[in-house]
């Protein structure tokens, strides 16, 4: 039996959380920063841009996430399929003699 995640898929797995959980904070520190300039006229245009570098990095997360996810599946699932192919056993007579 194979482990449910190969060892190949870890290091990308790990890229793809980190570029999610590192595209929230960026996300929860824009909606701060919109917050604070709430009361001016005209928004920064870094906050603008700082929130959709976050919504970007939100979605390839969650992309790279689900596509890790389904080769990964697909693998183990061809895997399982696999026909294992046992060597012949020897008649229960020949075994007692």
């Given amino acids: 039996m194979s482990d449910p ?4 898929y870890k290091p990308w797995l790990i890229a793809s959380l980190t570029v999610l959980v590192l ?3 960026l996300l929860a520190g824009d909606v701060t920063a919109a ?4 009361d ?3 928004m920064p245009i870094w906050v603008t ?3 959709v570098l976050a919504a970007l990095g939100i979605a390839l997360g969650f992309a790279g996430f689900l596509g890790i996810m389904l080769v ?3 693998a183990s699932w061809k895997e ?7 060597p012949p ?5 020949a075994a007692k003699e």
């Fill in 5 to 8: 995640i190969g060892k190949a």
């Fill in 23 to 25: 595209s929230l904070v």
């Fill in 40 to 42: 001016t006229k005209a």
């Fill in 89 to 93: 056993e020897r008649p229960v007579e």
């Fill in 49 to 51: 841009v700082v929130g």
């Fill in 35 to 38: 917050f604070i300039n709430f």
């Fill in 80 to 86: 399982g399929r696999r026909v294992q192919v046992l």
């Fill in 72 to 74: 990964s599946g697909w």
